[in-house]
């Protein structure tokens, strides 16, 4: 399976500042990385993911970098406005069996 | 396209009481499951489907039954509800099984909140 470890648990910003969440993962044939994005009330949703061939990929305001001998990939938000204020899971597991954490908590201070 | 709709969105049970949480998806997926989220609990897994007729324990299922009679729905039924079983209920579904380090996109039900007295 894939273990995956995320940090931090919690992150507070001002409204501006960027956000960087991390997650480190166990399995090197990994080659797939997704980032989830709950908002309060709703349910999880994909926001951004990065393949393993591919060291970086940005979608406006957010992006993902991914360092596989280190084995981790991250979270990037720049310019966070308060809307960014959610949970974000970087999900593992194994076959069958998805797990998603406790996540990050973000929290954009305006 | 609905995606995956839940039906009831909001439910309060008594001790005892049996219940159905709906859940259906209108993208022919395969696989669909069902989580429960506490505060500081994160998403557990409680059961899964890999299609019809299919269907696994997660890491929580106990005092939960599923079945997967159809490709779109995966209804969660809770025998006796517990006050333990108080929870915000989400249903999930994609095209075919997780694979860990695979690509897959999850889709998420909005969510029910059950509360039990």
């Known amino acids: 399976g894939e273990n995956v470890e995320q940090h931090p648990s919690t992150l507070s910003v001002q409204e501006g500042d960027s956000a960087v969440i991390k997650c480190t993962y166990s399995?090197?044939?990994?080659?797939?990385f997704p980032w989830y994005k709950q908002e309060l009330g709703k349910g999880p949703q994909l926001i951004i993911d990065?393949?393993?061939?591919?060291g970086e990929k940005k979608d406006q305001r957010i992006a993902v970098t991914l360092n596989k001998t280190a084995k981790h990939f991250s979270l990037h938000i720049t310019e966070t406005q308060p809307e960014d204020s959610a949970v974000y899971f970087c999900?593992?597991?194994?076959?069958?069996?998805?797990?998603f954490g406790k996540g990050t908590k973000l929290s954009v201070k305006p | 396209n609905a995606g995956v709709t839940q039906t009831p969105k909001f439910q309060v049970l008594k001790t005892g009481q049996s219940m159905t949480l709906q859940c259906a998806q209108d993208?022919?997926?395969?696989?669909m499951s069902w989580y429960r989220q506490d505060p500081g609990m994160g998403l557990r897994l409680i059961h899964y489907s890999v299609g019809a007729g299919i269907t696994d324990q997660g890491e929580v299922p106990n005092g939960y039954n599923v079945s997967r009679s159809t490709t779109e729905d995966f209804p969660l039924r809770l025998l006796s509800a517990a006050p333990s079983q108080t929870s915000v209920y989400f249903c999930?579904?994609?095209?075919?099984?997780?694979?860990?380090?695979?690509?897959?996109?999850?889709?998420f039900g909005e969510g029910s909140w059950l509360t039990v007295v």
């Open positions: 990065i393949r393993s061939n591919v």
């Open positions: 999930a579904s994609s095209y075919s099984m997780y694979s860990p380090g695979y690509e897959n996109t999850i889709y």
């Open positions: 399995d090197s044939a990994s080659n797939y």
């Open positions: 999900p593992g597991g194994s076959q069958g069996n998805l797990i």
């Open positions: 993208m022919n997926h395969e696989y």
